[in-house]
């Protein structure tokens, strides 16, 4: 199993969050090789703006394998944590993380200059990054929301 492997499961959970009306956004966990859990985002369907999908995949993971279940694991996930799931991850101590868009390549003007990189080095806790995994398949969806309708977070 290779990282496109693990990132188009989590393309599968940002295309259903989509479907559902949510932000296009799906992560997945994972530990030695195991899926551990899936997340999507939730925010507009519940209105919870903290309702993302790493926070699901998460929550998911602490409920069925208990609260240490993200220790040293590898999360797939199709958007760039925003800086609240960000701190999550550390948290939960997620210590690889894996994208397929970043918030610059879509030029987002609400993030000032944030990137992962700099709220790792900000709170001291790096994680080791991969990027640009299906990118192409999941910028092609993010645009499609972005095009069906005006969002402003």
Known sequence: MNDEHWMRLALNEAQEAYARGDWPTG???VQGGKLLARGQNRQVSQGDPTLHAEPDALR???AAHGPAAAQGATLYCTMEPCPMCAGALQLAGV???VLALRHATLRRSDLGDYSVERFCALTGRAMALRGGVLEADY???RLRWGGDQVHHS
């Open 139 to 141: 910028l092609a969806l």
């Open 95 to 97: 210590t690889t993380l």
């Open 60 to 62: 998911q993971a602490f």
């Open 27 to 29: 992560a997945v966990l």
